[in-house]
């Protein structure tokens, strides 16, 4: 298999580190392909990711991404976006399973998985930036949202075979669109399905996280709300996703750059390890994933953490110690 490796910048760097210590504990014989782009790169050449990048990634069968900083600079173009984009990763699969050993804020107990669309929506890209006014063009198309149901559809079968399709249709048209091909794709899979407003669902998901299983939803109501999940799965340091399209797949932690704790070394690397185990379960390697799960449940139960879970533990210890159970348990 060959591995696009892209650290990014701020933590994006530091948890690929950790990430890729405990593929190493894996002793698979991948290949891996580092490309170094992001902010840094636009920083030293105006230029974060270059057309000869995107060739390279898309030879790779999947990429292993850490972070990239957006600045809100008008000129940027967020190379995330454009990577979903230019590899048609349509679906963002962000599932929220809270460990075992990490204390939650609240008291419930919950296992859902949002199932955002990642290609168009408000981050279709269609701007227009004015000195009195701004404009940015949201875009619902019948194919992006048939897919991106069957997507959750296919993931409903496997778990509750039920989904929640979130939209605010009450007030934006190209909702309506979403909703009612969301519901006939749910109908034709034999899926329950049930709708929420998406400020209704911002407010449920606080109060009876346990109520949801599967949550299709658009670009920018999934990005808000993964990071509303985050929040009560742990934090934004526990979170993994998948960024899924019919021929290329990323794998990322929620989390952006972090610039406040970068190159300090306390960014927790469990999201990222967790990323990792998303690649394997795709790639079929569901051994070596399920390694990773429980080496991470140790690890946190003899209380080697970072920071943000009230630990003492560096990035790079935490990960050793993960790696470290992941050799015993492969070579066993
Ligand atoms: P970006 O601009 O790249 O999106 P950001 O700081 O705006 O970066 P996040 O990186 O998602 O957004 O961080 C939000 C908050 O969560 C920050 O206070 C950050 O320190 C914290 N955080 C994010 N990731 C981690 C992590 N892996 N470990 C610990 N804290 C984290």
Known sequence: MKLAIIPGDGIGREVMEAELTVLDALCLDEERILFQIGYGKWERTKSAITDEDIAGI?????????????????????????????????????????????????????????????????????????????????????????????????????????????????????????????????KKNGILYRETLVDTMAYEMILHPEKFDVIVTTNLFGDILSDEAAAIAGGLGLCPSANIGDHHALFEPIHGSAPDIAGKGIANPIAAILSLKMMLEWSGKIKEARSIESAIDSVLASRIKTHDLGGTYTTMEVAKAIAELVLDKNKN
């Open 58 to 186: 898309k030879e790779c069968n999947c990429v292993l991404f850490g972070a990239i900083t957006t600045p809100p600079d008008p000129d940027y173009r967020s190379v995330l976006v454009r990577l979903r984009k230019e590899l048609d990763l349509y679906a963002n699969i962000r599932p929220f399973t809270p460990l075992k050993t990490v204390k939650l804020p609240c008291a419930k107990t919950f296992d859902f998985v949002i199932v955002r669309e990642n290609t168009e929506g408000m981050y279709s890209g269609i701007e227009e930036l004015h000195k009195d006014a701004a404009y940015t063009t949201r875009i619902i198309t019948r194919n992006g949202c048939q897919r991106i149901a069957e997507r959750a559809c296919s993931l409903a079968k496997e778990r509750k075979k039920q989904i929640t399709i979130v939209h605010k249709a009450n007030v934006l048209k190209s909702d309506t669109l979403f909703r009612d091909i969301c519901i006939d794709v749910a």
